[in-house]
């Protein structure tokens, strides 16, 4: 099932209210009145935890591109184990070449999904358990994913390390 939204005066990609199609107004460019007409993509919760299996999937190959074809041209990942902000392809690249090393796995601890208009949050907490070295991190974790070209991508990622330690 698909809605209408109308976004205005707002960036695209952000959270809105859903409007019936009634309600909506389709504008031209030349309306001048800043609504824009846009078709959201429908998700389930589940589906958006998939896309979480999605990507622990593309950590178990080790191969940094396969994990870097989940993220979005525009990504930016704020990575657990690095204090360097990843604003380009290029980077969070950089970023799971080293990550990927030790064999990392994920697993999800508690979860929170949120849905908006082509747009997902899955917020919480994993742990990585790393094969080669008999390591654990816990961490808590955010992913925003945005549907774009027929596909939804990751948008941003932050994972940090808990300031606490649990057992």
Known sequence: MKRKMVFVGVMAGT???PLSASMAQESSPSSGDGQQSVTC???TAE???DLFEDWNAALQTRDPDAVVALYGPDSVLVPTLSNEIRLTPAAIRDYFVHFLEDGP???IDQREIRI???TALDIGLY???FADTGDVAHARYSYTYAFEDGGWAIAS???SLMPETTE
């Open 15 to 17: 959270f809105c209210l």
């Open 41 to 43: 993509e429908a998700v």
């Open 47 to 49: 589906e958006v935890a």
């Open 105 to 107: 796995e994920g697993s």
């Open 116 to 118: 908006g208009c082509n």
């Open 127 to 129: 742990t990585f358990a």
């Open 157 to 159: 990622h932050h994972s």
